[in-house]
């Protein structure tokens, strides 16, 4: 009964069907962590963890993802969901977990909230049609049977980048139906007659685009008369991420192999860190400034800018890498 209410609210507050909403909360629901407000003997704001595994540089990290962050419209206005938030955050820093992650409805909400860039998704488009000698490309919609193809696709990307969330053959196949049946769409390109690409598209914008080769969206233009619009670079943030634990993000994050002594500031206290040939040695609160280090700097550096914000203390710390993540399903 209890697991109803939670579905009913979840309907109201996303507008989702009985279809999506029973896939939430049997493939979504059961393993992640639930934060719930009740007000007159109902839940009316929820905010869930799911964990995920991520390989980053060949290591394999746990981290939390909030979803299905939820407040009924009668019950807005009330700060329940950013209370939420911020006990989620507490519980999660307690159990040692160096930052939790998501994707935003509003960029701004979570940014006042110490919410920073993730990972960034770009804006291009294909190049014009290949002649015949180059070899014949096409693009076609993707469909359910793709999933094996699509799965194949996903598995080689991850692999030749140095960050990404790692999904098994099962979960990607149910996610991959469930939003093909919930309205989504794609295209999947064939470069003689093989699968090297595909693109999903929710509700008129492509969220997930995967390429086997570089250059395997190139040469495609003219076979959907589109231009693949992702985030901007420069705009709005794909995925947004919090520092839970500053200790843990330096001892579980791959580091480069440098000795570093530096101060930086970060949330209001000035900090002391050394590394040495890429060890944390030590991390302690000191008295004085320091560079002052915002969250969405420090979020930026430590999950993918690495060297470009040279005048930061922290930059030369961690390798660029770049967080790749898909998980709107």
């Known amino acids: 009964m209890y697991v109803q209410s939670l579905k009913n609210l979840h ?29 007159d003997g109902r839940p009316v704001s929820v905010v869930y963890a799911r964990f995920f595994e991520l390989n980053i540089l060949g290591r394999k990290l746990e981290v939390p993802f909030f979803t299905g962050i939820a407040t009924d419209p009668a019950y807005r206005g009330r700060h329940l969901a950013k209370e939420l938030i911020a006990k989620a955050c507490d519980d999660l820093a307690a159990e040692g977990y160096p930052f939790v992650l998501l994707h935003p409805f509003n960029h701004d909400f979570y940014r006042k ?21 180059q070899g014949e490309r096409s693009a076609r919609p993707i469909t359910a049977d793709d999933a094996e193809a699509a799965y194949k696709l996903y598995s080689e990307y991850c692999a030749s980048v140095p960050a990404a969330r790692i999904r098994s053959p099962e979960e990607f ?6 939003l093909l049946s919930d309205g989504g769409s794609g295209y999947l390109i064939l470069h003689n007659g093989i699968p090297k ?7 008129d914008e492509v969220t997930e685009a995967v390429a086997a080769t570089p250059d395997a969206f190139d040469g495609v233009a003219e076979c959907f008369n589109a231009k693949l619009a992702l985030h901007d670079s420069n705009g ?17 994050l791959p580091l480069r192999g440098v000795t570093v002594n530096a101060r930086f500031g970060y949330g209001g206290k000035t900090y002391e860190i050394n590394i040495d040939k890429g060890d944390l040695v030590s991390l302690e ?30 930059s030369e710390v961690f390798p660029e890498y770049n967080l790749v993540m898909f998980e709107k399903y």
């Open 173 to 178: 196949s149910k996610a991959f139906g469930q």
């Open 113 to 133: 909230m110490g919410f920073g860039t993730a990972n960034r998704m770009s804006r291009f488009s294909p190049a014009p049609y290949v002649s015949p000698a």
């Open 197 to 203: 690409a595909y693109y999903l598209i929710e509700e």
């Open 285 to 314: 609160e000191v008295a004085g400034d320091g560079y002052e280090v915002g969250a969405s700097e420090l979020i930026e550096i430590a999950l993918g800018g690495g060297i470009r914000l040279r005048e930061n203390p922290l």
């Open 236 to 252: 709005d943030a794909y995925s947004m991420a919090k520092v839970l634990d500053l200790r843990n993000l330096f001892l579980l």
């Open 11 to 39: 309907k109201t507050c996303f507008g989702d069907g009985d279809a999506y909403t029973d896939f939430f909360f049997s493939e979504r629901y059961p393993s992640a962590k639930s934060y719930v407000t009740e007000l």
